[in-house]
């Protein structure tokens, strides 16, 4: 683990992973990929109607539990994300949390949560929301994106907010963020 301390470790024998394209295509070892799994000890859907939520997880004998990874050639797992997460904007494939971890690390920023948001001209925007300390100034913020983040990673909107909503158990609450980006109620600014 030592050696790859990026990994979750390594599979366990009594389950097959794979890590597939869009198309449910292998892709090759230390790919990134929608991570699909298998095996005699896992659970299958309690129900098989066609209403029912769980089944849309189990397909063709596989379960997809949404979460995007790469596995080395050693069988070590490196998880990047979800698969809701994650955002084609024209060729590039961005994922939301590496975003929040590049603003994250500007010393003004106390919090940051990064959601998509549909656009009209670009088909979908980033939107980030931010709450800081220290009289962060919004040009400062645009500059540590710009060193930071490839331009499709660049948040199209900032919301400078007093904090983020949350819902019980302190997890935020995204929907209501989805809602603040349709307000403006919040102070914005780009940080292309």
């Not at 991570?35 to 849309?56: H, N, V």
């Not at 797992?77 to 997460?85: D, Q």
């Not at 939301?96 to 010393?107: F, G, N, S, V, Y």
């Amino acid at each position: 683990m030592a050696r790859k301390a990026d990994s979750v470790g390594r599979l366990l024998p009594l389950v097959e992973v794979e890590i597939v394209d869009d198309d449910d295509r292998p892709v090759a070892p230390g790919s990134f990929g929608q991570i699909r799994c298998r095996g005699a000890l896992m659970a299958r859907p309690c129900a098989e109607s066609a209403g029912d939520k769980r089944t849309e997880y189990f397909r063709n004998g596989w379960y997809y539990p949404g979460d995007v990874g790469a596995l080395d050639a050693e069988g070590y797992l490196r998880l990047r994300g979800r698969t809701a997460e994650i955002i084609q904007r024209g060729p590039a494939t961005v994922f939301l949390p590496e975003i929040e971890a590049a603003l994250a690390t500007h010393p003004n920023v106390a919090e940051v949560a990064v959601i998509d948001a549909p656009s009209p001209r670009q088909g979908v925007e980033i939107v980030a929301f931010i709450v800081a300390h220290g009289g962060l100034q919004h040009d400062e913020l645009a500059r540590h994106c710009r060193d930071r983040l490839a331009p499709a990673q660049r948040p199209d909107r900032v919301y400078y907010v007093d904090t983020l909503p949350r819902i019980a158990g302190g997890k935020l609450d995204r929907p209501r963020l989805q809602s603040l980006a349709q307000s403006e109620a919040v102070r914005q600014g780009g940080a292309g």
